[in-house]
């Protein structure tokens, strides 16, 4: 199985700062017939269900604030967050779906500061 | 609008079963697998498996072959989550989620809390 590794587990932040949370996978997620990374990031907010924010590593979805920017590629991927706002603090997730079983990082946590 | 909409939260004890739908609409409910993921109180999330909407085949995780069926019914758009001889371990939210084979998970139901006690 494909071990998604993220860091910091959580994070501190004052709003108007720039945070970057990392996701590391066990092999690369990198399809060489695509050139796509199999890599999405979700955001959970308490008693929520979560939202995905990130695909393909890069593609930010439908009506996610561009201050959300997914970077990386291969088995390194980072989510960066300018200019944080209240409304992020937030439990966020990397996740695989390369191959079954997918698996999720075991999340980074946003604080105010 | 999509919505997958869950059932209600449920309160079992050990050895019992669990049957969770989750109803999808707004889209066609056979273009897209539905995944099911358990987030275990502290524990993150775990995709549990998914079930294959066209031809009704399931694909389970390891750690959830043994008592838990994926099943459909498709004619009301709905899938389901039975859970079997429930243990307290099984205390959790429960999501689904929908998503075509190899792609991320676009959409989700509110979960689904399941409490396990004697």
């Known amino acids: 199985d494909i071990v998604m590794t993220q860091s910091p587990s959580s994070l501190a932040v004052s709003a108007g700062e720039t945070v970057t949370i990392n996701c590391k996978s066990s092999q690369s997620l990198l399809y060489s017939g695509n050139q796509k990374s199999y890599l999405a990031w979700y955001q959970q907010k308490p008693g929520q269900s979560p939202k995905l924010l990130i695909y393909w590593a890069s593609t930010r979805q439908s009506g996610v604030p561009d201050r959300f920017i997914g970077s990386g590629s291969g088995t390194d991927f980072t989510l960066t967050i300018n200019n944080v706002q209240a409304e992020d603090l937030a439990i966020y997730y990397c996740q695989h779906y390369y191959d079954t079983p997918y698996t999720f990082g075991a999340g980074t946590k946003l604080e105010l500061k | 609008q999509i919505q997958l909409v869950q059932s209600g939260p449920e309160l079992k004890k050990p050895g019992e079963s669990v049957k969770l739908s989750c109803k999808a609409s707004g889209y066609t409910f056979t273009d897209y697998a539905i995944n099911w993921v358990k987030e275990a109180p502290g524990h993150g999330l775990k995709w549990m498996g998914w079930?294959?909407?066209?031809?009704?085949?399931?694909t389970h995780a390891d750690d959830f072959k043994e008592r838990f069926v994926f099943s459909l019914e498709t004619s009301a758009s709905t899938a389901y989550l039975q859970i079997n001889n429930l243990n307290i371990d099984d205390t959790s939210t429960y999501f689904c989620t929908r998503g075509k084979f190899w792609d991320s998970f676009d959409y989700w139901g509110q979960g689904v809390m399941v409490t396990v006690s004697s």
């Open positions: 079930i294959n909407t066209q031809t009704r085949k399931p």
